[in-house]
């Protein structure tokens, strides 16, 4: 009785885990530019967004090197994965000097850049952040 008993509260244990692992989703889209650089995206969270102009780590960051094709079509598709349920903001940029990183003057940027969803001089989270709890398809970034 006692390993019956074990052995459905075992069960038990193992659905709920099941029922309440998170779920990840894919973000993906498509950036036009202008430069032949190589762009950086990143999918910036709330605790990151102070630093969203710094490239970001996988799955978060995305470093994409551009072949002699793409730099002709000025386009290229873009797909976050494995993104956990919340809140974020993409921004994405080209390196047109080659140093890993988006060159800034009094903290404006000197390289071409650009967001999805909304564009403000002074970005501000709640402005900007959008929700992830389903797959994302779709989406336009301009890099100007």
Same mark, same amino acid.
């Given at each position: ?16 885990a ?8 894919t ?24 630093n ?12 994409? #090197? ?48 650009g967001?999805? #969803? ?22 336009k970034?301009?890099i100007?």
């Amino acid at each position: 009785m006692v390993k019956k008993a074990m052995l459905l509260l075992g069960i038990l244990l193992m659905a709920s885990a099941f029922a309440y692992a998170e779920e990840k989703y894919t973000i993906s889209g498509v950036v036009y530019f202008q430069h032949d650089s190589n762009i950086y995206m990143n999918l910036v969270t709330r605790e990151s967004f102070p630093n969203r102009l710094e490239p970001l780590p996988q799955p978060f960051g995305i470093y994409i #090197k551009l072949t002699p094709e793409q730099r002709k079509a000025k386009k290229i598709p873009f797909k976050f994965e494995g993104i956990p349920k919340g809140n974020y903001f993409i921004v994405s940029f080209q390196d047109l000097n080659k140093n890993d990183k988006l060159d800034r003057e009094i903290g404006w940027p000197t390289e071409p850049f650009g967001t999805y #969803k909304t564009f403000e001089v002074m970005l501000q989270w709640d402005n900007v952040k959008f929700l992830v709890d389903q797959n994302i398809t779709g989406i336009k970034i301009n890099i100007e």
